[in-house]
Protein backbone atom coordinates (compact mmCIF):
# COMPACT_ATOMS: atom_id res chain seq x y z
CA UNK A 1 0.00 0.00 0.00
CA UNK A 2 0.86 3.46 -0.80
CA UNK A 3 2.20 5.87 1.70
CA UNK A 4 -0.31 9.08 1.97
CA UNK A 5 1.87 11.24 0.01
CA UNK A 6 -0.01 14.60 -0.72
CA UNK A 7 -2.26 16.29 1.71
CA UNK A 8 -5.65 16.38 1.26
CA UNK A 9 -8.69 18.71 2.20
CA UNK A 10 -12.44 17.79 1.71
CA UNK A 11 -16.32 19.76 2.02
CA UNK A 12 -19.17 17.28 2.64
CA UNK A 13 -22.58 19.06 1.76
CA UNK A 14 -25.20 17.30 3.73
CA UNK A 15 -28.79 17.99 4.18
CA UNK A 16 -31.11 17.37 7.28
CA UNK A 17 -35.08 17.46 6.78
CA UNK A 18 -37.24 16.50 9.77
CA UNK A 19 -34.78 14.60 11.44
CA UNK A 20 -33.00 15.72 14.69
CA UNK A 21 -29.34 15.20 13.38
CA UNK A 22 -27.37 15.68 16.53
CA UNK A 23 -29.36 15.75 19.83
CA UNK A 24 -27.47 17.78 22.77
CA UNK A 25 -28.55 14.93 25.93
CA UNK A 26 -28.04 18.19 28.56
CA UNK A 27 -30.80 19.90 26.87
CA UNK A 28 -33.72 17.59 26.29
CA UNK A 29 -31.86 15.71 23.31
CA UNK A 30 -32.84 18.46 21.07
CA UNK A 31 -30.78 19.39 18.46
CA UNK A 32 -27.35 21.28 18.90
CA UNK A 33 -27.77 24.83 17.78
CA UNK A 34 -25.89 28.02 18.50
CA UNK A 35 -27.08 30.95 20.19
CA UNK A 36 -27.17 32.66 16.60
CA UNK A 37 -29.98 29.48 15.81
CA UNK A 38 -27.67 27.72 13.41
CA UNK A 39 -27.34 23.92 13.51
CA UNK A 40 -24.08 22.30 14.68
CA UNK A 41 -23.09 18.35 14.73
CA UNK A 42 -20.02 17.70 16.60
CA UNK A 43 -16.81 16.26 15.01
CA UNK A 44 -17.43 13.40 17.60
CA UNK A 45 -20.99 12.51 16.32
CA UNK A 46 -19.34 12.76 12.49
CA UNK A 47 -16.50 10.70 13.53
CA UNK A 48 -18.39 8.32 14.93
CA UNK A 49 -20.58 7.93 11.56
CA UNK A 50 -17.25 7.13 9.65
CA UNK A 51 -16.39 4.59 11.70
CA UNK A 52 -19.35 2.64 11.55
CA UNK A 53 -18.99 2.56 8.02
CA UNK A 54 -15.47 1.67 8.27
CA UNK A 55 -16.58 -1.25 10.47
CA UNK A 56 -19.89 -1.97 7.60
CA UNK A 57 -17.23 -2.16 4.63
CA UNK A 58 -15.39 -4.71 6.74
CA UNK A 59 -12.39 -2.80 8.64
CA UNK A 60 -11.44 -3.43 11.98
CA UNK A 61 -11.92 -0.30 14.28
CA UNK A 62 -10.73 0.17 17.59
CA UNK A 63 -13.56 2.46 19.25
CA UNK A 64 -16.83 0.15 19.12
CA UNK A 65 -20.47 0.89 19.93
CA UNK A 66 -21.72 -1.87 22.21
CA UNK A 67 -24.25 -2.73 19.80
CA UNK A 68 -22.30 -3.15 17.04
CA UNK A 69 -19.02 -5.16 18.87
CA UNK A 70 -17.89 -7.72 16.49
CA UNK A 71 -15.33 -9.24 18.14
CA UNK A 72 -16.89 -10.29 21.69
CA UNK A 73 -15.17 -7.54 23.77
CA UNK A 74 -17.37 -5.23 25.98
CA UNK A 75 -14.84 -2.15 26.41
CA UNK A 76 -11.39 -0.52 25.23
CA UNK A 77 -9.46 -1.90 27.86
CA UNK A 78 -10.08 -5.75 27.19
CA UNK A 79 -9.25 -5.03 23.66
CA UNK A 80 -5.86 -3.64 23.79
CA UNK A 81 -5.19 -6.27 26.22
CA UNK A 82 -6.11 -9.16 24.03
CA UNK A 83 -4.11 -7.11 20.94
CA UNK A 84 -0.76 -7.09 22.70
CA UNK A 85 -1.29 -10.92 24.08
CA UNK A 86 -2.16 -12.02 20.61
CA UNK A 87 1.32 -9.78 19.38
CA UNK A 88 3.11 -11.42 21.85
CA UNK A 89 2.36 -14.85 20.91
CA UNK A 90 2.93 -13.89 17.28
CA UNK A 91 6.47 -12.94 18.48
CA UNK A 92 6.83 -16.04 20.52
CA UNK A 93 5.59 -18.04 17.37
CA UNK A 94 8.11 -16.39 15.35
CA UNK A 95 11.18 -16.71 17.71
CA UNK A 96 10.17 -20.00 18.67
CA UNK A 97 10.50 -18.93 22.14
CA UNK A 98 9.36 -21.73 24.58
CA UNK A 99 10.88 -20.84 27.70
CA UNK A 100 8.12 -19.60 30.19
CA UNK A 101 10.43 -17.05 32.12
CA UNK A 102 11.75 -15.43 29.06
CA UNK A 103 8.20 -15.56 28.22
CA UNK A 104 6.96 -13.50 31.24
CA UNK A 105 9.94 -11.01 31.05
CA UNK A 106 9.13 -9.46 27.77
CA UNK A 107 8.75 -5.76 27.88
CA UNK A 108 6.37 -3.47 25.57
CA UNK A 109 7.61 0.02 24.80
CA UNK A 110 4.94 2.66 24.63
CA UNK A 111 6.18 3.36 20.85
CA UNK A 112 5.88 -0.39 20.14
CA UNK A 113 2.00 -0.55 21.10
CA UNK A 114 1.64 2.65 19.91
CA UNK A 115 2.51 0.60 16.17
CA UNK A 116 0.47 -2.76 16.78
CA UNK A 117 -2.98 -0.58 17.20
CA UNK A 118 -2.37 1.68 13.97
CA UNK A 119 -1.05 -1.23 12.35
CA UNK A 120 -4.51 -3.30 13.82
CA UNK A 121 -7.16 -0.67 13.46
CA UNK A 122 -8.22 1.96 10.80
CA UNK A 123 -9.70 4.17 13.21
CA UNK A 124 -6.43 4.58 15.17
CA UNK A 125 -4.19 5.46 12.40
CA UNK A 126 -7.43 7.62 10.70
CA UNK A 127 -8.18 9.66 13.82
CA UNK A 128 -5.37 8.46 16.51
CA UNK A 129 -6.68 7.32 20.14
CA UNK A 130 -5.25 7.77 23.59
CA UNK A 131 -4.68 4.59 25.33
CA UNK A 132 -4.34 3.86 29.10
CA UNK A 133 -1.03 2.03 28.79
CA UNK A 134 0.07 0.34 32.16
CA UNK A 135 2.71 -2.76 31.15
CA UNK A 136 3.62 -4.25 35.12
CA UNK A 137 6.58 -5.95 33.51
CA UNK A 138 8.44 -2.38 33.06
CA UNK A 139 7.83 -0.39 35.96
CA UNK A 140 9.18 2.79 33.75
CA UNK A 141 6.23 2.54 31.18
CA UNK A 142 3.97 2.19 34.04
CA UNK A 143 0.86 4.06 34.39
CA UNK A 144 1.83 5.90 31.19
CA UNK A 145 -0.55 7.09 28.73
CA UNK A 146 0.44 6.53 25.33
CA UNK A 147 -0.63 8.94 22.59
CA UNK A 148 -1.94 8.22 18.78
CA UNK A 149 -1.85 11.81 16.89
CA UNK A 150 -4.29 10.54 13.48
CA UNK A 151 -4.11 12.55 10.64
CA UNK A 152 -7.62 13.00 10.02
CA UNK A 153 -9.11 16.30 11.72
CA UNK A 154 -13.14 16.96 11.20
CA UNK A 155 -14.69 20.10 12.27
CA UNK A 156 -17.60 20.71 13.50
CA UNK A 157 -20.37 20.89 11.49
CA UNK A 158 -22.67 24.11 11.00
CA UNK A 159 -25.85 24.96 8.99
CA UNK A 160 -25.34 27.55 6.30
CA UNK A 161 -28.57 29.26 7.33
CA UNK A 162 -30.18 29.25 10.83
CA UNK A 163 -32.49 26.59 11.07
CA UNK A 164 -35.95 26.40 12.61
CA UNK A 165 -36.67 23.75 15.19
CA UNK A 166 -39.88 22.06 15.71
CA UNK A 167 -40.75 20.02 18.58
CA UNK A 168 -43.57 17.93 19.75
CA UNK A 169 -45.35 15.55 22.07
CA UNK A 170 -45.44 12.35 22.35
CA UNK A 171 -47.29 9.22 23.95
CA UNK A 172 -46.42 5.60 24.51
CA UNK A 173 -48.78 3.45 25.58
CA UNK A 174 -48.47 -0.14 26.34
CA UNK A 175 -49.51 -3.27 28.10
CA UNK A 176 -46.32 -3.19 30.26
CA UNK A 177 -47.45 -5.16 32.63
CA UNK A 178 -49.53 -8.45 33.59
CA UNK A 179 -51.00 -8.43 37.30
CA UNK A 180 -51.80 -11.74 38.92
CA UNK A 181 -53.13 -12.47 35.58
CA UNK A 182 -55.29 -9.74 35.11
CA UNK A 183 -55.70 -7.90 31.62
CA UNK A 184 -55.06 -4.00 31.97
CA UNK A 185 -53.14 -1.23 30.07
CA UNK A 186 -50.36 0.75 32.00
CA UNK A 187 -50.26 4.50 31.88
CA UNK A 188 -49.50 6.37 28.97
CA UNK A 189 -45.64 7.78 28.87
CA UNK A 190 -45.25 11.08 27.58
CA UNK A 191 -42.06 12.95 26.07
CA UNK A 192 -41.31 15.03 23.30
CA UNK A 193 -40.00 14.46 20.05
CA UNK A 194 -37.51 17.23 17.91
CA UNK A 195 -36.31 17.58 14.86
CA UNK A 196 -35.08 20.46 12.32
CA UNK A 197 -37.02 21.18 9.30
CA UNK A 198 -34.50 21.51 6.94
CA UNK A 199 -31.05 22.59 7.33
CA UNK A 200 -27.84 22.33 5.12
CA UNK A 201 -24.84 21.77 6.90
CA UNK A 202 -21.01 21.76 5.87
CA UNK A 203 -18.80 19.30 6.60
CA UNK A 204 -15.48 20.45 6.61
CA UNK A 205 -11.77 18.75 6.94
CA UNK A 206 -8.43 17.86 6.27
CA UNK A 207 -5.52 14.43 6.26
CA UNK A 208 -2.02 15.84 7.24
CA UNK A 209 0.79 13.65 5.26
CA UNK A 210 3.08 14.43 8.09
CA UNK A 211 0.76 12.77 10.60
CA UNK A 212 0.45 9.75 8.38
CA UNK A 213 3.32 9.02 8.14
CA UNK A 214 3.71 8.30 11.44
CA UNK A 215 0.45 6.42 12.07
CA UNK A 216 0.70 4.48 8.87
CA UNK A 217 -2.27 5.81 7.01
CA UNK A 218 -1.92 4.95 3.11
CA UNK A 219 -3.62 6.01 -0.13
CA UNK A 220 -6.05 3.59 0.02
CA UNK A 221 -6.73 4.47 3.78
CA UNK A 222 -7.83 7.57 2.23
CA UNK A 223 -10.04 5.67 -0.08
CA UNK A 224 -11.88 4.54 2.36
CA UNK A 225 -12.41 7.59 4.29
CA UNK A 226 -13.90 9.15 1.09
CA UNK A 227 -16.04 6.13 0.60
CA UNK A 228 -17.14 6.42 4.10
CA UNK A 229 -17.88 10.42 4.07
CA UNK A 230 -20.84 9.86 0.67
CA UNK A 231 -22.44 6.89 2.70
CA UNK A 232 -21.92 8.63 5.96
CA UNK A 233 -25.75 8.07 6.57
CA UNK A 234 -26.07 4.34 5.21
CA UNK A 235 -27.70 1.87 8.31
CA UNK A 236 -27.59 5.00 10.30
CA UNK A 237 -31.48 5.10 10.33
CA UNK A 238 -33.41 5.69 13.87
CA UNK A 239 -36.47 6.95 15.00
CA UNK A 240 -34.86 10.53 15.48
CA UNK A 241 -33.54 10.19 11.63
CA UNK A 242 -35.72 7.97 8.98
CA UNK A 243 -33.99 6.85 5.99
CA UNK A 244 -33.85 9.63 3.61
CA UNK A 245 -33.99 12.26 6.35
CA UNK A 246 -30.46 12.96 6.26
CA UNK A 247 -28.77 13.20 2.94
CA UNK A 248 -25.17 13.54 1.19
CA UNK A 249 -25.46 16.15 -1.03
CA UNK A 250 -21.86 16.31 -2.29
CA UNK A 251 -18.64 15.95 -1.57
CA UNK A 252 -15.31 17.73 -2.62
CA UNK A 253 -12.21 16.39 -2.20
CA UNK A 254 -8.83 18.43 -2.87
CA UNK A 255 -5.58 16.24 -3.40
CA UNK A 256 -2.47 18.47 -2.92
CA UNK A 257 0.62 18.29 -5.18
CA UNK A 258 2.61 18.23 -2.28
CA UNK A 259 3.01 16.95 1.42
CA UNK A 260 2.34 20.42 2.98
CA UNK A 261 -0.51 21.76 0.79
CA UNK A 262 -0.30 24.51 -2.60
CA UNK A 263 -2.93 26.15 -0.18
CA UNK A 264 -3.69 26.30 3.53
CA UNK A 265 -6.65 24.51 4.56
CA UNK A 266 -8.76 27.48 6.02
CA UNK A 267 -8.59 28.81 1.90
CA UNK A 268 -9.69 25.49 0.25
CA UNK A 269 -12.56 25.38 2.56
CA UNK A 270 -13.40 28.58 1.97
CA UNK A 271 -13.68 28.21 -1.54
CA UNK A 272 -16.69 26.17 -1.58
CA UNK A 273 -19.32 29.16 -1.00
CA UNK A 274 -22.98 28.03 -0.60
CA UNK A 275 -25.76 30.44 -1.07
CA UNK A 276 -29.73 30.64 -1.34
CA UNK A 277 -30.98 30.89 -4.68
CA UNK A 278 -32.46 34.16 -6.03
CA UNK A 279 -35.70 34.79 -4.98
CA UNK A 280 -36.50 31.87 -2.44
CA UNK A 281 -36.47 33.87 1.54
CA UNK A 282 -36.26 29.83 3.13
CA UNK A 283 -34.62 26.68 1.94
CA UNK A 284 -36.98 23.44 1.73
CA UNK A 285 -34.30 21.48 0.00
CA UNK A 286 -31.04 21.36 -1.02
CA UNK A 287 -32.45 22.24 -4.89
CA UNK A 288 -33.05 25.66 -3.17
CA UNK A 289 -29.13 26.45 -3.10
CA UNK A 290 -27.06 27.67 -5.48
CA UNK A 291 -22.85 25.72 -4.84
CA UNK A 292 -20.38 27.41 -6.15
CA UNK A 293 -16.34 26.72 -5.96
CA UNK A 294 -13.88 29.38 -6.42
CA UNK A 295 -10.80 28.64 -8.43
CA UNK A 296 -7.57 27.81 -7.27
CA UNK A 297 -4.25 27.85 -9.52
CA UNK A 298 -3.03 24.30 -9.78
CA UNK A 299 -5.54 23.10 -7.39
CA UNK A 300 -9.11 21.50 -8.36
CA UNK A 301 -11.30 19.53 -6.67
CA UNK A 302 -12.52 16.15 -7.31
CA UNK A 303 -16.78 16.65 -7.13
CA UNK A 304 -18.63 13.79 -5.86
CA UNK A 305 -22.33 13.59 -5.69
CA UNK A 306 -23.94 11.86 -3.19
CA UNK A 307 -24.97 7.81 -3.11
Known sequence: MAELSNKIDF??????????????????????????????????????????????????????????????????????????????????????????????????????????????????????????????????????????????????????????????????????????GKEGKSSDTMGMKHMIKFGMYEIKGAINVQLATKTGFTDEDAEVVKKCLLTLFENDASSARPDGSMEVVRLYWWKHNCKEGQYSSAKVHRSVKVKLKEGIAEALSADDYDIVVDELNGLVPEVKEGM
Open 11 to 180: VLLVSVKMANPNGDPLNGNRPRIDYGSYGEITAECIKRKIRNRMQDLGYPIFVQSNDRSDDGFTSLSDRASALIAKKLEEKHLAEDKSDKKAKKGDKVSPEQYAAWTCETWLDVRSFGQVFAFNNKKDKEAAGVSVGVRGPISIHQAVSIDPVEVCSYQITKSVNGENKD
